[in-house]
T-cell receptor
Framework: DTGVSQNPRHKITKRGQNVTFRCDPI?????LYWYRQTLGQGPEFLTYFQNEAQLEKSRLLSDRFSAERPKGSFSTLEIQRTEQGDSAMYLC??????????????FGSGTQLSVL | EDQVTQSPEALRLQEGESSSLNCSYTVSGLRGLFWYRQDPGKGPEFLFTLYSAGEEKEKERLKATLTKKESFLHITAPKPEDSATYLCAVQANPRSGGGNKLTFGTGTQLKVEL
């Protein structure tokens, strides 16, 4: 068990460019979450998947953001036409959700995005 | 909308000086309250889940308690390695309209000095 892996660790891009991040969850985990965190703030929910199905998206999530989890394994988060306000740490978390029990989220170390 | 407020924003302690961190919350039916520790440049690390008022959980020098309106994280005789940001989060009951997301507070940045 190597934990949740996120790549790249850092990404610097110019405004208007598209970026894609990857998350590899813990292998047996069925749920995968994306959060965004800015300096001095707590993580903010973006979206989550149960297996390959995207079950919930934040109402704050711009349509420039899209996430996929093909085959219920790794996930990608794409941001199109990046803006300076997109600069943040993008965190991925996974969990093994069993019906009627609360789940424990395991977070990766995040991808730090800087939009110039 | 679910809300979590943590205080203080920052706390500086001497090694061995015990203290408490506060997490006040409003949620449409609490499913769980979570405490996480976050070190600089890392993702949050799970500490505790509390489910109902009156519940307490302990791990080494940390003890978390829960009431209907707030949670406390008590740190007994802290050491420098306890320095980190401590995050509180709530998860709403799906029957109350909440999904599976966690709503986080802004955290308490703890610094323990020798």
């Amino acid at each position: 068990d190597t934990g949740v892996s996120q790549n790249p660790r850092h990404k610097i891009t110019k405004r208007g460019q598209n970026v894609t991040f990857r998350c590899d969850p813990i292998s047996e985990h069925n749920r995968l979450y994306w959060y965004r965190q800015t300096l001095g703030q707590g993580p903010e929910f973006l979206t989550y998947f149960q297996n390959e199905a995207q079950l919930e998206k934040s109402r704050l999530l711009s349509d420039r953001f899209s996430a996929e989890r093909p085959k219920g394994s790794f996930s990608t988060l794409e941001i199109q036409r990046t803006e300076q306000g997109d600069s943040a740490m993008y965190l991925c978390a996974s969990s093994l959700a069993v019906a009627a029990t609360n789940e424990k989220l395991f977070f990766g170390s995040g991808t730090q995005l800087s939009v110039l | 909308e679910d809300q979590v407020t943590q205080s203080p924003e920052a706390l500086r302690l001497q090694e061995g000086e015990s203290s408490s961190l506060n997490c006040s919350y409003t949620v449409s039916g609490l499913r769980g309250l979570f405490w996480y520790r976050q070190d600089p440049g890392k993702g949050p690390e799970f500490l505790f889940t509390l489910y109902s008022a009156g519940e307490e959980k302990e791990k080494e020098r940390l003890k978390a308690t829960l009431t209907k309106k707030e949670s406390f994280l008590h740190i007994t005789a802290p050491k420098p390695e306890d320095s980190a940001t401590y995050l509180c989060a709530v998860q709403a009951n799906p029957r109350s309209g909440g999904g599976n997301k966690l709503t986080f507070g802004t955290g308490t940045q703890l610094k323990v000095e020798l």
